[in-house]
């Protein structure tokens, strides 16, 4: 069974850091591509970050270039988003997601975590 789960989400003050944990089962990080993606009340949803191991490729979004970094462990099957500098306006529930590369990550309904909540306080 194909699951993705976030954790590491919470409360900090501007200028803090996080470090979101994608956790997977059912495949293997180092064949799928996996995507970060936030959506605050009100908003559509984005694109934050994406890794592929297959053309060890990082992407990111203009928003957060400089502040978060994405990497994997794939001994723990695990994605890692490290936020630094967190600004109010990163509040949104995080998710990972899945796909043969960072353009289809997230595609298909059954490769998304249910979302972990960060909010950074003013």
């Known amino acids: 069974e194909v699951q993705l789960v976030e954790s590491g989400g919470g409360l900090v003050q501007a200028g803090g850091s996080l470090r979101l944990s994608c956790g997977v089962s059912?495949?293997?990080?180092?064949?799928?591509?996996i995507g970060w993606f936030r959506q605050a009340p009100g908003k559509e949803r984005e694109g934050v970050s994406c890794?592929?191991?297959?053309?060890?490729?990082?992407h990111y979004a203009d928003s957060v270039k400089g502040r978060f970094t994405i990497s994997s462990d794939n001994a723990k099957n695990t994605v890692y988003l490290q936020m630094n500098t967190l600004k109010p306006e990163d509040t949104a529930v995080y998710y990972c997601?899945?796909?043969?590369?960072?353009?289809?990550?997230?595609?298909?309904?059954?490769?998304w975590g249910r979302g972990t909540q960060v909010t950074v306080s003013s």
């Open positions: 890794i592929s191991s297959s053309d060890d490729s990082r």
């Open positions: 997601a899945a796909g043969p590369n960072c353009l289809r990550a997230g595609q298909e309904s059954g490769y």
């Open positions: 059912g495949f293997t990080v180092d064949d799928y591509a």
